[in-house]
């Protein structure tokens, strides 16, 4: 049957676990997988642009914000924050005195960035992120992954639904189809973007 809705994806696991009594849990399988998949793909469809005025120490990530790319401030010369740990940016305000100025390093401290200087005026960001994957749900039918690797959510799905099931001797072949399915997805993302890479015309001064 085909894999393109999560109406469709939730049939598929019942069929594939050979059970009618898994209703109210298999949306839980998938939501699991949804967090694995998370951790272990990183496509560029996940790469999302957001852009924002800082103007004070802490700066609150977007709401799907998975993993910083760049931090970058736009006002001006454009350039790239560093990034640094949290003690990295005390020792640095111990040693300044903890004077304000424009930002050059960030941390993260919780869903918040902090930079060092704490800004002296109002700067334009550009932060470039992977973002979470759009959870399916009823109202949520589809999402680029589910397009992309109906399989890697499948077997995904499939893997999380063994320990509530128990001993499923099929987890092996489920773990091998997933890991493949995530290793041929991220595979492709990388020739993607090397392609692109490639096509980029040089430009020779004469």
Do not use: C
Not at 13 to 41: C, G, K
Not at 101 to 130: C, H, N, Q
Not at 156 to 185: F, K, M
Request: aromatic share 10%; glycine share 4%.
């Amino acid at each position: 049957m085909a894999l393109t809705t999560f109406a469709e994806l939730k049939t598929s696991i019942a069929d594939w676990l050979n059970r009618d009594d898994l209703t109210s849990v298999i949306p839980d399988f998938i939501s699991l997988a949804e967090h694995q998949m998370e951790r272990s793909v990183r496509h560029y469809k996940m790469v999302e642009r957001s852009t924002g005025d800082i103007d004070s120490q802490y700066s609150a990530v977007p709401a799907d914000w998975l993993e910083t790319i760049r931090f970058s401030i736009t006002s001006g010369d454009t350039y790239r924050l560093e990034m640094t740990s949290l003690d990295d940016l005390i020792s640095r305000r111990e040693q300044n005195s903890n004077a304000a100025g424009r930002p050059k390093y960030f941390a993260y401290i919780g869903s918040s960035l902090e930079v060092y200087p704490t800004p002296d005026a109002t700067y334009t960001t550009e932060l470039v992120y992977y973002q979470k994957i759009p959870a399916l749900s009823a109202s949520q039918t589809s999402n680029w992954l589910l397009e992309e690797a109906p399989d890697a959510y499948l077997y995904g799905s499939l893997l999380q639904a063994a320990p509530y099931l128990g001993d499923d001797e099929r987890i092996q072949v489920w773990s091998s189809l997933y890991g493949t399915a995530v290793q041929s997805l991220n595979s492709s993302s990388e020739r993607t973007k090397n392609s692109t890479s490639a096509l980029r015309m040089k430009v020779t001064s004469y």
